[in-house]
């Protein structure tokens, strides 16, 4: 199979220069990138589903809708998905467009990491600005309430972030999957079931967790028991230890005194962007690492993390993480990660990967169906192949998830590049049937 994705894209340059350095799509431009946020976009109209495109949307440039955390403690990964995205379409709009049609219009929105804001723009996006389509979503606790509204608006989306096993399910208790909602990058049950074989190895018997308080860190510790004990690991579950602090706390005091006290052998935090960085800088002003012989971090080797950590992040720390620049070992995953640097000077997050992968999903979708037209978009996405820098996958027909390994390794500083790397990366091979086999008889789906 060859690569669904070439070019070499636009050279970087002025044009996407922010204030502070770093580089995002032009607010109006050649490609007329919009990003809008705040209450001007809530405030517009909602009335009623949406249905078809019209018939001048079908001929003329196509537009996407983008919904991501683009301030407060997680606006790093927006900002990462913002540039995945914008290389993307400079280089399909490079290379003649999606079936002959440019990408004019990729509109982003400020989900501000809540449920009601991020419905307001999906809305907005749809019924207003008449997209054909959507991406995007940080958060698995807003995931969960846009898909069912998805279904409503009748428009596709791609999450490339939000992790919930739940949201792309589509039976069984508190499942929220439907026709129209897809993910391209690793979800929970996948790199959970990659968690457990770094503990299959590890000498360590009492587990507790520290995570945040919605779906995503509870959800966490619900698939890490639930693997471990399907892989009869024999080990303890201090449920009377975990910690679960909110979402964008600045003070982890509590919790890592809590975690100490119980004197564990091992800690699974699924604490992720700013409050993992917070987290780890005042773990380490503790007796925590002291105390705790084993962290395992879910995302904690997003290069979102490791580049503002540096070198206060701990060696020897196994960190999980959706797609490592480092791996596969691929030319399209060089050829990416070439241009990524070339353009970006860092080294591309998985939100940067899975959100240029996800423009050149719809590129596949819409060019095999010969239309932009919902159906035809999500029809085509169903059992698709495609090779991508993470690597070869298929979208499973049912759960509508990318089957895809889980990548794990442990910290290692490099001076020579300022961050931390895996040092060795494992790719732990997650098949369907072996995932489903191990949660037979609990209640969480595998979510693949």
Do not use: C
Request: proline residues 5%; glycine residues 10%; aromatic residues 10%.
């Amino acid at each position: 199979m060859g690569n669904d994705f070439s070019g070499d894209g636009d050279p970087r340059n002025d044009r996407y220069r922010r204030n502070d350095g770093d580089f995002r799509t032009p607010a109006v431009g050649r490609r007329d990138f919009l990003k809008a946020t705040g209450a001007g976009v809530a405030a517009t109209s909602l009335a009623g589903p949406a249905v078809g495109l019209s018939t001048a949307r079908q001929q003329g440039p196509l537009r996407f809708g983008a919904i991501y955390i683009l301030s407060g403690f997680a606006s790093v990964y927006g900002e990462s998905a913002e540039l995945g995205i914008e290389m993307a379409v400079d280089e399909i709009n490079s290379q003649g467009g999606i079936g002959g049609r440019e990408i004019g219009q990729v509109l982003f929105r400020d989900s501000e990491a809540s449920a009601s804001t991020a419905i307001q723009h999906a809305r907005s996006l749809v019924q207003q600005d008449n997209v054909d389509g959507l991406i995007g979503l940080d958060s698995s606790g807003v995931a969960l309430k846009v898909a069912p509204v998805v279904r409503q608006l009748r428009r596709p989306l791609m999450i490339t972030h939000a992790a919930t096993p739940f949201v792309t399910t589509q039976s069984g208790p508190n499942a929220q999957g439907n026709r129209f909602v897809y993910r391209d990058g690793v979800n929970l049950s996948q790199n959970l079931y990659g968690a457990a074989n770094v503990a299959q190895d590890l000498d360590a018997q009492s587990w507790t967790t520290i995570g945040p308080d919605y779906a995503f860190g509870h959800q966490t510790w619900d698939y890490f028991k639930a693997y471990t004990q399907g892989m009869d690991l024999g080990l303890n579950y201090m449920n009377g230890a975990t910690a679960f602090p909110q979402l964008g706390a600045s003070d982890f005091t509590p919790q890592i005194n809590k975690v100490v006290n119980a004197d564990p052998d091992a800690v699974v935090t699924s604490l992720w962007g700013g409050d993992l960085v917070t987290f780890l800088k005042q773990a380490q002003n503790t007796a925590f690492f002291d105390t705790v012989d084993n962290l395992l971090m879910t995302v904690g080797a997003a290069t979102d993390v490791l580049r503002p950590l540096g070198s206060d992040m701990p060696d020897g720390l196994w960190a999980g993480t959706r797609y490592w620049f480092r791996a596969p070992q691929s030319d399209a995953n060089e050829q990416f990660v070439r241009k990524f640097r070339n353009r970006y000077d860092r080294f591309p997050s998985y939100n940067a990967q899975n959100a240029y992968t996800g423009m050149y999903l719809y590129k596949k979708a819409i060019e095999q169906a010969g239309s932009a037209e919902p159906d035809a978009v999500v029809s085509q996405w169903q059992g698709m192949q495609h090779t991508a820098p993470v690597g070869q996958f298929t979208i499973d027909e049912q759960s509508h998830q990318a089957i895809l390994p889980a990548v794990w390794g442990k910290t290692q500083y490099s001076q020579d590049l300022g961050i931390s790397l895996l040092e060795p990366v494992r790719r732990i091979d997650a098949p369907a049937d072996r995932l489903r086999s191990l949660l037979d008889g609990s209640d969480l789906p595998a979510g693949v």
